[in-house]
Nanobody
Framework: QVHVVESGGGLVQAGGSLRLSCVAS????????LAWFRQAPGKERAFVAT????????YYADSVKGRFTISRDDAKRTMYLQMDSLKPGDPAVYYC?????????????????WGQGTQVTVSS
């Protein structure tokens, strides 16, 4: 069983930055496909970004491309999401997802391990 914990959410002004962290334990961290999803009130949980276990290649949702950066530090068992130029459309609960042998990294159904979420709020 993989245990996943996010941190780093908070309140920031529009145009500001936040960095989220996700620590995963219980399995070989370097073998995990990792991703961030977000869920705003009344909306489905949506894909944000993912990073491969194989070569740390990354893939982003169009809505965050160029503003968010996903990264991982396998030695620290930690994944990060650097969020810059935050917009009013970004507030949500952000979730870390982790999985082994993930085929489609942008599908929430592909991940069996989730954190509890961390709230991101953007003020105008």
């Amino acid at each position: 069983q993989v245990h996943v914990v996010e941190s780093g959410g908070g309140l920031v002004q529009a145009g500001g930055s936040l960095r989220l962290s996700c620590v995963a334990s219980g399995v070989d961290f370097s073998s995990l496909t990792l991703a961030w999803f977000r869920q705003a009130p009344g909306k489905e949980r949506a894909f944000v970004a993912t990073i491969s276990w194989r070569d740390s290649s990354t893939y982003y949702a169009d809505s965050v491309k160029g503003r968010f950066t996903i990264s991982r530090d396998d030695a620290k068992r930690t994944m990060y999401l650097q969020m810059d130029s935050l917009k009013p459309g970004d507030p949500a609960v952000y979730y870390c997802a982790a999985g082994l042998e993930v085929v489609d990294e942008s599908l929430k159904e592909a991940y069996e391990n989730w954190g509890q979420g961390t709230q991101v709020t953007v003020s105008s």
